[in-house]
């Protein structure tokens, strides 16, 4: 599950030691990741479920197993940074994560939105509503931390 990178990302002094917070980020990149956001769900997990569809409760019982939410990309780029100590090469890593994101922002949904939401399972069709304040906001925070460092 996803919850794990806040263990990483919040700025209060992560409760983990430098090994175990680079281990979350490399199994959340791995595990997790996509173009578009974390998955809230393991793809090799049971319970998986890697399209957002069907009648309401089909839809209800896919958003935590599997649904990939676009927000948790900021807590993400925000651990990826962290773990990497804000390097130039890490920064230009972020950035191409955001990419897909950005694309999708200028033309995938309602222009200058992010959806709330994508399946879990390629080509991470976007569902939900298609204007997501709280996943524009995040693209847009770790955006900013993926500059280029000013001297």
């Not at 599950?1 to 680079?22: C, D, E, H, K, M």
């Not at 089909?58 to 804000?86: C, I, K, N, S």
């Amino acid at each position: 599950r996803p919850n794990q990178i806040f263990a990483v990302s919040l700025p209060y002094g992560p409760p983990l030691t430098g090994r175990q917070q680079r281990a979350v980020v490399e199994t959340v990149e791995r595990e997790l990741l996509t173009p578009y956001g974390l998955r809230t769900l393991n793809r090799q997990h049971a319970c998986y479920t890697g399209r957002y569809e069907g009648p309401p409760r089909q839809r209800d019982e896919a958003y935590h197993q599997g649904t990939v939410w676009p927000w948790l990309m900021g807590p993400f780029v925000e651990a990826y940074l962290r773990v990497h100590e804000f390097s130039d090469e890490s920064r230009q890593a972020a950035a191409r994560m955001l990419d897909p994101l950005r694309r999708h922002l200028l033309d995938g949904a309602c222009l200058g939105s992010i959806s709330e939401i994508f399946d879990g399972d390629p080509p991470h069709h976007p569902r939900g509503c298609p204007a997501q304040a709280w996943s524009v906001a995040e693209f847009i925070r770790v955006c900013r931390m993926t500059a280029p460092a000013t001297p």
